[in-house]
């Protein structure tokens, strides 16, 4: 059985227990070793073999995981954050399919939340923005027209942005093109819960600037959007006294 698993966005405490326990169990581990904290393996077995994938093929990987599968043994395919967030999973899936090799998928936690637990950040704040959109900037791996930075930005929705951060001068390009203005509030969010977790807050045309005086260029999340103010201009309906909801009434001037 192949368990694919989610590292999480870094601090060892912040993978699931399901996946901790997946670790402990497993006989193999292949790692995603450019982005996953090695401490992480701290909890395997003593036998268990453990494989770094940055340095493997697709081939080789799968490879690994049939050989395993032959030999009845577990093994963990452990990725960084959640593997449903570019991470590449589907085409291995689609071979393990191929192969008759059983697999299931235990989710983690993104390194999106971690960068908003980073800056004590709500993405989704009443009067502000209700959406989030998750995206990247095209690079060697191509994007869709439709789903262009410089497409989304045109909403002016909290963006978040993931394998961007080599090219920021890029993306601030693409956002400006789209709609936001230059002063619109933007962080760089490095290793986010990671030990050497770095912050910058900037704006969208400080954002090349920004990230080379800091000498961010991969490893991190670039959020933009009002939200990064980190203030409110508008209550939540939820806990609102004068709002009904299905488990309290509003309260009225009799109640007071």
């Keep these: 059985m192949v368990h694919f698993v989610g590292a999480g966005p870094g601090s060892p405490d912040l993978i699931t227990l ?17 982005l996953v904290n090695p401490a992480l393996l701290d909890e395997a077995k003593k036998e268990c073999r453990i494989y ?17 599968e032959d030999s009845e043994l577990i093994t963990v395919r452990l990725h960084t954050g959640d593997p449903g967030i570019y991470g590449a999973i589907r085409e291995q899936m689609d071979i ?9 998928y235990c989710p983690g936690v993104s390194s999106f939340c971690g960068a908003s637990a980073a800056l004590n950040l709500e993405y989704t704040l009443p009067e502000v923005s ?26 002016q929705a909290t963006m978040v942005l993931f394998l961007s951060a080599g090219m920021a001068e890029k993306l601030s390009e693409s956002l400006l093109e789209g709609g936001y203005k230059k002063d619109t509030p ?3 969010v490095y290793k986010a819960t990671w030990p050497d977790e770095k912050i910058v807050i900037c704006t ?12 961010i260029n991969k490893t991190a999340l670039i959020i933009v959007g ?20 299905g488990y309290r009434r509003a309260v009225t001037p009799e109640d007071s």
């Design 96 to 104: 393990l399919d191929n192969m008759g090799v059983e697999y299931d």
């Design 130 to 155: 209700q959406s989030v959109i998750l995206t990247r900037m095209e690079g060697r791996t191509p994007v869709p027209e439709r789903e262009s930075v410089r497409s989304f930005a045109a909403h």
């Design 226 to 245: 009002d939200v990064v103010k980190r203030t409110s201009p508008a209550r939540s309906r939820l806990y609102d006294p004068n709002f009904t909801t």
């Design 52 to 68: 770094d994938s940055s340095r493997m093929t697709l081939e080789e990987v799968t490879e690994v995981m049939r050989e395993a």
């Design 18 to 34: 399901r996946g901790h326990r997946l670790i402990c169990e497993a006989d193999v581990i292949i790692y995603a070793g450019s």
């Design 204 to 215: 969208v045309g400080t954002l090349a600037e920004q990230a080379a005086k800091a000498g």
């Design 186 to 188: 933007a962080a760089i």
